[in-house]
């Protein structure tokens, strides 16, 4: 978490990740990342899925972590 959060170099490197799967849009689930799991290994599921092509992205939810 510190990395996504703290490091710019890191984000590159997992956002150019994500877009290399070559997805046109996926959903992605990790396991819930609380200071009792932080260093566990980390694993995530992404789901190649067509329901999410062609739509926006909803900026109003989220837009107090950005």
């Not at 170099?9 to 997805?23: D, I, Q």
């Not at 200071?35 to 599921?45: F, G, Q």
């Not at 329901?51 to 900026?59: N, Q």
Request: proline share 3%; with cysteine.
């Amino acid at each position: 978490m510190q990395l996504l959060e703290n490091e710019g170099f890191f984000r590159s490197f997992y956002n150019e990740f994500l877009v290399g799967l070559g997805y046109e849009a996926f959903f992605r689930e990790n396991r819930p990342m609380m200071k009792s799991n932080l260093d566990a290994k980390y694993e995530c599921n992404i789901i190649n899925t067509d329901f999410l092509s062609g739509k926006s992205p909803d900026v109003q939810t989220f837009r107090k972590c950005f």
